[in-house]
T-cell receptor, first 111, second 113 residues
Framework: KNEVEQSPQNLTAQEGEFITINCSYS?????LHWLQQHPGGGIVSLFM???GKKKHGRLIATINIQEKHSSLHITASHPRDSAVYIC?????????????FGQGTILTVHP | NAGVTQTPKFQVLKTGQSMTLQCAQD?????MSWYRQDPGMGLRLIHY???????DQGEVPNGYNVSRSTTEDFPLRLLSAAPSQTSVYFC????????????FGPGTRLTVL
């Protein structure tokens, strides 16, 4: 079993829909990252969480440390949100950016 | 700032050839890492460095060497390329001062025939 599991693996939505991507992990962590990767493109950091909730524009990320679970929400989805979304965790006690990654969720938003 | 840069963007090698993937960052970050990304496998750590002169192995280090002679540069060397090393390679950097936010380079797509 992978240390970081994402669901769903693939997600198709219509423009305007509310989207949720889930991430569960099995180890104690000091931080969790949500990353975005566009087709053929590089990887961009969206959020870094250690507790609670963060919001940036239409993106919201939450984390429940006790349940070892995080969610990434996209409100009013748009075709430009189509990308791979990757959850990554920084193991507890690790003092630098040595991340363990989920396999990613492929999101396609149709107009 | 250019951020994290990688060269080349694409490379085709024959089995047994050697090459170096270049990575540089201009943000004065202490931490740098090399990852490979394969379909269905997610990103996996190859080697990392916590500062100039200090490197260590990650999850999949076999067949790769690294060195860190300066803060800015962290090259990845393939000693004798194998088809199993066909992958997309990402370099990343982060600072101790900003709680481990990772900055990624654009990636190098490597094919070994």
């Amino acid at each position: 079993k992978n240390e970081v599991e994402q669901s769903p693996q693939n997600l198709t939505a219509q423009e305007g829909e509310f989207i949720t991507i889930n991430c569960s992990y099995s180890v104690g962590i000091s931080a969790l990252h949500w990353l975005q990767q566009h087709p053929g493109g590089g990887i961009v950091s969206l959020f870094m969480l250690s507790s609670g909730k963060k919001k940036h524009g239409r993106l919201i990320a939450t984390i429940n440390i006790q349940e070892k679970h995080s969610s990434l929400h996209i409100t009013a989805s748009h075709p430009r949100d189509s990308a791979v979304y990757i959850c990554a965790v920084l193991a507890g006690g690790t003092s630098y950016g040595k991340l363990t990654f989920g396999q990613g969720t492929i999101l396609t938003v149709h107009p | 700032n250019a951020g994290v840069t990688q060269t080349p963007k694409f490379q085709v090698l024959k089995t047994g050839q050697s090459m170096t993937l270049q990575c540089a960052q201009d943000m004065n970050h202490e931490y740098m890492s090399w990852y490979r990304q394969d379909p269905g496998m997610g990103l996996r750590l190859i080697h990392y460095s916590v500062g100039a002169g200090i490197t260590d192995q990650g999850e999949v280090p076999n067949g790769y060497n690294v060195s860190r002679s300066t803060t800015e540069d962290f090259p990845l060397r393939l000693l004798s390329a194998a088809p199993s090393q066909t992958s997309v390679y990402f370099c990343a950097s982060s600072s101790r001062l900003v709680f481990n936010e990772q900055f990624f380079g654009p990636g190098t797509r490597l094919t070994v025939l």
